[in-house]
């Protein structure tokens, strides 16, 4: 954990927010702004807040108005964003001729914690304050390429069926593995254009029904310019004992999906990994966001925009079968044919050789895309889209129409 950055911007806040401050996103990290305003002796005016359901709402006692209020003579004042979609919050606040924006990575530098009373853990608001002061930071240093994470797709197999997968892995009906050679040469052009990821995570389908994970993870453990590995699992394959030697290593931690019953192994892999000293989490999911489907949206421009700019996993970089994608649902829905393709909307890492030009290539891709062709076939993952039951199972392959 960091934390405290040293490259936070420079605001004189006492000179800047003299007069009080509008607060934009209500999530966590907009009552840990709370927090450090009142730790400033600084104003708030009220918040702004994209989510129609928090408008017109109060927010711990603080008045929520919608971004196109602010244009009013009311809300002359400071902004101070507070979410990890600051990009697009900036580019609505553009739109709207609105130039008096902030990040707020200099506020939560100073946050003292010891006083603070959130519903989240102190370490949890450490974890979060530096992933959003990362992400603040990644955006602003040009030259350098700083990314959250890489999804790194071993296989389109899977020992369950999900029918609500977000990974789309219930419309593969002849699945297959990643191809070896492909995935080390693609890993090592991307592991070479990177200045640093927080996170690989290695995941599927489920990964452990690819034979050569072990030396996948001896790869990617050659590296240094990354800080986690991440290995998701469903719980339902317990890896052999002389495998084990391959994840015992700091930077690797398990994760565990799980689902009740149908994940039939975890007890037996929650003790493989604990003999071996093999760190791992176990979450029980019970619910997941509607948006496995693939139908074409009739959406204008700007919703599409809107919809991409609140997508939680509008920075999932998935690495697929050699290309890079901006998100799963991208690389699979292409990857299945399902939906037209679009050449901006993923890197062909296999045909580039220039490291400077793979780095050009994935900043765009990362930093300056408003919305994905994909998006349009998507059902969207924000705040409006409907829960549903997770890991319900499909016998078959589902049916989906395929782009000739
Ligand atoms: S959600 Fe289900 S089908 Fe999809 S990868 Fe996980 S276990 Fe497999
Ligand atoms: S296609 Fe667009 S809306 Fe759907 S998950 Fe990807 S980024 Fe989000």
């Known amino acids: 954990m960091i934390y405290k950055y040293n490259n936070v911007s420079q605001i004189d806040f006492n000179n800047e927010f003299k007069n009080g401050v509008i607060v934009f996103g209500t999530g966590n990290l907009g009552i840990l702004a709370i927090e450090s305003l009142k730790q400033k002796k600084i104003k708030i005016i009220c918040f702004v807040d994209n989510n129609k359901k928090n408008q017109n709402k109060k927010f711990k006692n603080y008045d929520v108005v919608s971004p196109e209020k602010l244009n009013g003579s009311n809300y002359k004042y400071p902004i101070l964003i507070c979410s990890l979609n600051f990009r697009f919050f900036k580019r609505q606040l553009e739109a709207l001729n609105i130039k008096n924006y902030y990040d707020s990575d200099f506020l939560f530098n100073e946050l003292d914690l010891s006083n603070v009373e959130t519903e989240w853990t102190k370490d949890l608001c450490k974890i979060r304050l530096d992933l959003y002061n990362y992400a603040v930071l990644s955006a602003r240093e040009k030259n350098k390429l700083r990314l959250n994470s890489l999804d790194l797709v071993l296989t389109e197999k899977c020992s369950l069926k999900c029918k609500d997968c977000s990974n789309l892995m219930q419309y593969y009906e002849k699945p297959i593995d990643e191809d070896f050679d492909m995935l080390m040469k693609s ?85 493989f990994l604990s003999f071996n000293n093999i760190k791992f989490i176990t979450e029980d999911v019970t619910r997941w966001q509607d948006c496995a489907r693939i139908e074409k949206f009739e959406r204008d421009l700007n919703l599409t925009k809107e919809i991409f700019g609140n997508c939680c996993v509008n920075e999932t970089l998935t690495l697929l079968h050699g290309k890079l994608y901006l998100c799963p649902y991208s690389a699979h829905a292409e990857n299945l044919n399902a939906i037209p393709k679009t050449s901006s909307d993923s890197i062909n890492l296999i045909e580039l050789n220039d490291s400077v030009q793979i780095k050009k290539k994935i900043r765009s891709l990362v930093f300056e895309k408003e919305y994905l062709g994909a998006c349009n076939w998507c059902n969207g993952r924000d705040y409006n889209v409907a829960n549903v039951p997770a890991a319900l199972q499909t016998k078959k392959p589902l049916e989906y129409k395929k782009i000739i």
């Open 187 to 271: 890993i090592d052009k991307f592991m070479n254009s990177v200045d640093f990821l927080q996170e690989i995570r290695i995941i599927g389908g489920e990964p452990f029904m690819y034979k050569r994970i072990d030396e996948v993870i001896q790869k990617i453990l050659s590296y240094t310019n990354y800080k986690n590995l991440v290995i998701y699992t469903n719980g339902t394959i317990v890896p052999k004992q002389e495998k084990a030697k391959s994840f015992q290593n700091d930077k690797i931690i398990f994760k565990i999906s799980n689902y009740g019953e149908i994940c039939r192994k975890i007890p037996q892999l929650e003790k």
